[in-house]
Structure formats: structure tokens, C-alpha cells
């Protein structure tokens, strides 16, 4: 049965389908920043509904890179950032930073709910809310011509659409900022070799493949495989240990603020990002 999502969303590229104990979820398009809103509302909507015999849901990520011209270097405003994109959305402070925290509630609940394991099916080179929506999953298969490309940070704006604590978590902070910050993708063999692909195969393999996990994750019980992913996420909650205090300052927060600090980064870079946008159209 499809699930039903808000008009935006749907437009903005995200559809999701129940067959039986299997929830597909597809993600597509540009990955605009003021489309979070939708995308977290329907993602939620979607997760509220998967209840009954829903067991896995399978995350299939196209091509969320804005294209070339939305990524190409623009002349500096005043503290160096590129003016921010004209749009009514993204000209509104409220709209925006109200749309990434309900995104970011979406995908902490499809992260930490005990009784539904997600499967990342990472088909290209995505960018920001692809990156975001893969790393909040349980498990990720990538094609062999895959990658992530978060490139928000070139435009002024928070990279990685609300997961950077889960990129460090994955992969450790180091290159988590190596991969925010210099626009060089994250290509599938280097995500395997790092842990963060569970799966790599070739792009005409990967349904077969995801069949096959989905497969082995259905024949466990369903008390069982929520025990299982309950007791390891316990044993490295998110965002322990992930990002060192020196990086917070001498004291630095309590690992359970890192999510709050990464909500309170976004607003401060879009607030700061419109200012500059403003100045610069008046100048």
C-alpha cells in the first residue's frame, strides 16, 4: 500500500511504498534545504504508520545533488559566504530552521526505533539529505559508482542536513570534517573500507543484494532482531566518544547536547547566511 505524504514532499522526491514486514522508502531530486520541512513531515507521517508486520525499511537514495550550478563557487557576501539562493522558503529564517528540526526528529526516530531495522540502498552520488537519510540507517549498501557528496557548508550553510554527530560517530570526526568541508566525495570503496558500507556491489546487483539482507533480516524474530539493535546501540550510543571535548573547548558539552548543538548550529548559520544574502541585495 503507499503511504500518504504531504504534496511538498512528494515533489521534493520522497515516496514510500509497504509491501507486507518491508517499508520502501525513495529519496530523489535536488535535495533543497527548504524542502527539510516536507521531507521530515512525511518521513515521520511514514514512520507513524509502520506498525502491524512492518519490519525493515529499505532507504533507496538516487541522486540528491543540487546540480552544478547550485554548487559552483558564488561571489563572497561580506563574511565570505555566497549569497544565499533567492526563494520565498529560504528567504524565511522560521520556515527553515522550524523544517530541519522536525527532519531532524524524523530521522533520530528511524535511527533509534528498536522495532524496525533500515537498510541504506545507495544507488549514486548523493548530497546533503541523501547523506543525511543513509547515515541514519542501520545498514547501507552501496553500488560500486556511489558515494556521498554533502556540499552545503559551499553555500553558506550547515553540511550534511542534520548528521553530523552521526557522521562522526561513523566514521570519526576527522573525516567527517574532511568530507563536510571539502566538497571531495566519499566514494563506495572508501565507505566499505571505513565500515560505513556494509554491502558494495556492482549498480546492477544492488536490488539482488537488498533482497538478499532483507531476506536475512526478516528470518530472525521480530523480538529478537529489536532485542539485537536495542543491546548494540546500546553498547555505542550515538554520539559517544564520537567527538572528542576538545573540539566543544575545555570543558564540552555532555554527549547527549551534541544533537541540540548541531540544531543551534543550523539556526545561527542560516540566520547569519540570510543577514548576508540581505546586505548584499541592498548593497
Known sequence: MAVPAAAESAAAGLRVEVVGP??????SGSGDPGSLGGLGSALDD???RMSGDVRVAVVRVGDAVPPAADTAPRPPGPN???PFPPSRVRADPASLIGGY???RDALERLTTRADLV???AVAETTGDVGTALAVACDLRIFAAEAGLRPVWARVGLLPAAGALTRLAELLGWSRALD???TGQPLGAAEAAR???AQRLVPRPRLDDEVDTVVAGLLAASRAVAAEVKALLRGAHPAGRSAVPARV???AGPDARDLPDAESEAWERTVVDLLDTSRGAAAG
Open 194 to 196: 571505513l565500515g560505513l
Open 118 to 120: 533500515s537498510v541504506a
Open 248 to 250: 566543544w573547548g575545555v
Open 80 to 82: 565570505g559566504h555566497a
Open 101 to 103: 528540526r522536525v527532519w
Open 179 to 181: 568530507l563536510c568541508l
Open 22 to 27: 518491508v517499508a520502501t522508502i525513495r529519496l
Open 46 to 48: 511514514a514512520q507513524r
